[in-house]
C-alpha cells in the first residue's frame, strides 16, 4: 500500500519553482547587504527628490533676512543660508537635480555608447578600428575635463550640464558593449543563428543585444554615481543648476565662504552627495556579483 500511495503522493506535490537567471541573480543580489542597503538608501533618495514639494518645509529659494546663517533647530532642522533659506529644503530640492541629472546622463551616454559598442563589436573591420579609435581619443581627455569643456561651449544650463556629461561617459558605454558583443558573438548559438540563414542585423538586435544588457546595467549604475559627482562639481563651479534653484554642487560652493562661521553649510549637502554616490557604487558591486553567471 505504500509503494502504491508513493507516486500519487509525488503527483499531488507542488512542483518546484523554477531557477530561472533572474531568479538567480535576485538571489545572490539579495545575499549582499551592502548592496540592499544602498537600494533601500537609494529609493529613499528618489521618494526624496519626488515628494519634496510635499514634505519640504520651507520654500527652497524663499528668502528671510532676520534668519540668515542660523545653526540648526527644532524651527529649521538643518540651518539656513547666507540668505536665510532654510537648508534642509534646498537639501530635499537638490535631490531632484542630482538625480535627474545623474539618470538623463545615462541614457545619453547608453543611447550613444551602447548602439555605437553593438557595431563596432559586431562589424568589425574598419569600422571597429575607426569607433575604437575615437573611444581612444575621447578617453584620453579627462572625463570631468571633458564635461566642463562642453558645458562651457554649450552654456552654464542643467540642460547642457546633463549632455555634456553624457557624452563624456559614452565611452564608456561603448567600450563595456563593444567587448561584450565580442565576448557573445564567438559564441554557439550566435554560430548556429547564423547557419540557419539569420541575417546580420537579426543577429545583433535578437541575440546579440539582449545578451548585453548585464554589463551595460552594471555599468549605468555606476556610471550614475560618477553622473552626480560631475553634476556636483559643474554647478560648484557655477556651470550646472543655476541660482537661486537649489543644487547640492551650488550650496558647496555657497558654503565655502562659511566654512568657519556656518559649517553646516557644506555638511548637509556634502553628506547628501556622500551617501548618494556611495549608494550607487554599492548597488553597481552587487549587480556586477549577481549578474555574473560564474557567481555562487
Not at 2 to 27: F, H, Q, W, Y
Not at 190 to 199: C, D, H, T
Not at 251 to 259: H, I, K, T
Request: glycine share 8%.
Amino acid at each position: 500500500m505504500t509503494a502504491t500511495a508513493t507516486p500519487a503522493l509525488r503527483s499531488i506535490a507542488p512542483a518546484a519553482a523554477p531557477r530561472t537567471p533572474g531568479n538567480l541573480a535576485v538571489s545572490r543580489f539579495l545575499r549582499r547587504p551592502a548592496a540592499v542597503a544602498g537600494l533601500v538608501v537609494i529609493v529613499l533618495f528618489v521618494a526624496v527628490a519626488l515628494l519634496a514639494p510635499l514634505i519640504a518645509p520651507f520654500d527652497p529659494i524663499a528668502t528671510s533676512w532676520t534668519a540668515i546663517r542660523k545653526a540648526p533647530s527644532a524651527a529649521h532642522w538643518m540651518g539656513t543660508d547666507e540668505n536665510g533659506r532654510d537648508v534642509l529644503s534646498r537639501v530635499l530640492f537638490g535631490a531632484r537635480a542630482s538625480l535627474l541629472a545623474g539618470v538623463v546622463s545615462v541614457l545619453i551616454a547608453a543611447g550613444i555608447g551602447v548602439p555605437a559598442g553593438l557595431l563596432a563589436g559586431f562589424s568589425g573591420g574598419w569600422i571597429d578600428a575607426a569607433l575604437s579609435r575615437l573611444v581612444d581619443a575621447m578617453l584620453a581627455c579627462p572625463f570631468l575635463i571633458l564635461a566642463i569643456a562642453l558645458t562651457a561651449f554649450l552654456g552654464p544650463d542643467l540642460a547642457n550640464a546633463m549632455i555634456a556629461i553624457g557624452v563624456s561617459t559614452a565611452p564608456r558605454f561603448m567600450r563595456v558593449a563593444r567587448a561584450a558583443t565580442l565576448e557573445v558573438g564567438s559564441a554557439d548559438y550566435i554560430q548556429a543563428a547564423r547557419s540557419l540563414g539569420a541575417r546580420g542585423l537579426r543577429v545583433a538586435l535578437r541575440h546579440v543585444a539582449p545578451n548585453i544588457v548585464p554589463p551595460v546595467l552594471v555599468q549605468a549604475t555606476l556610471s550614475l554615481a560618477a553622473a552626480i559627482i560631475a553634476e556636483a562639481s559643474l554647478s560648484f563651479l557655477g556651470l550646472g543648476q543655476q541660482p537661486p534653484s537649489p543644487s547640492w554642487g551650488s550650496m558647496l560652493n555657497a558654503a565655502q565662504r562659511f566654512l568657519t562661521q556656518a559649517p553646516w553649510l557644506a555638511v548637509f549637502p556634502g553628506v547628501a552627495i556622500f551617501l548618494c554616490v556611495l549608494s550607487f557604487n554599492l548597488v553597481g558591486d552587487g549587480l556586477r556579483d549577481a549578474l555574473d553567471p560564474r557567481g555562487s
